[in-house]
């Protein structure tokens, strides 16, 4: 066996490893009540704020590259696919006060179609502050998301989201600026 070929076994051994560990982590989170959940995020993922609910059967894929911000829900069944990709600092950063709807899907890891062998690429994706991601949404590899943005249920976010918009559809395109009409306003 060359050592090419070697290194490649190695590799795969170790990924098929992380990936047997990280599901036994997942069924066992499964099985804990939301204190205990929270505690083991907070060291699982590079930042855990306060007040951050995370509902059961979300998902983290390399956690210690995303980043969520304080009074953050996240909804059942959301994914979050962190790169791999030790060269790339791609990373997964949410802002505070965000909400997002179930079954959400943030990528910022993908595959360059323009080669065969599709090489990884990865990018990072921002989420700012009091921003609303509807259900089933998809935000893909090197999006930023305004402060205040809303992101309707369903739409594919394939570029950057003004603050204080509201996106829809696929692709996501701008449908209105987002007014503010509470006490509370930012």
């Given amino acids: 066996m060359s050592l090419n070929a070697l290194n ?3 590799k795969r051994l170790l990924f098929g490893m992380y990936s047997f560990a990280e599901n036994l982590l997942r069924i066992i989170l499964e099985l804990l009540p939301h204190p205990f959940r929270y505690w083991i995020f907070k060291i699982m993922l ?3 704020g306060s007040d951050s ?3 059961y059967q979300t998902y983290f894929r390399y956690p210690w ?3 969520i911000g304080n009074g953050v ?3 059942r069944g959301c994914e979050f696919y962190g790169s791999m990709l030790a060269t790339n600092k791609a990373q997964i950063t949410i802002g505070d006060h965000c909400a997002f709807g179930p079954r959400v899907r943030v990528l910022s890891a993908t595959h360059d179609y323009h080669r065969l062998d599709l090489p990884d690429q990865a990018a990072s994706v921002t989420v700012g502050h009091h921003v609303w991601i509807g259900a089933g949404a998809t935000l893909l590899p090197g999006i930023s998301i305004g402060d205040g943005a809303v992101v309707a249920a369903g739409s594919v976010v394939t570029r950057d989201v003004a603050p204080f ?3 829809a559809g ?3 395109r701008f449908i209105k600026n987002r007014d503010l009409n509470d006490a509370n306003s930012i």
């Fill in 8 to 10: 490649i076994h190695l």
């Fill in 46 to 48: 590079a930042k855990l």
């Fill in 53 to 55: 609910m995370i509902d």
């Fill in 65 to 67: 590259k995303i980043s």
């Fill in 73 to 75: 829900w996240i909804n």
């Fill in 165 to 167: 918009t509201i996106v």
């Fill in 170 to 172: 696929n692709p996501a």
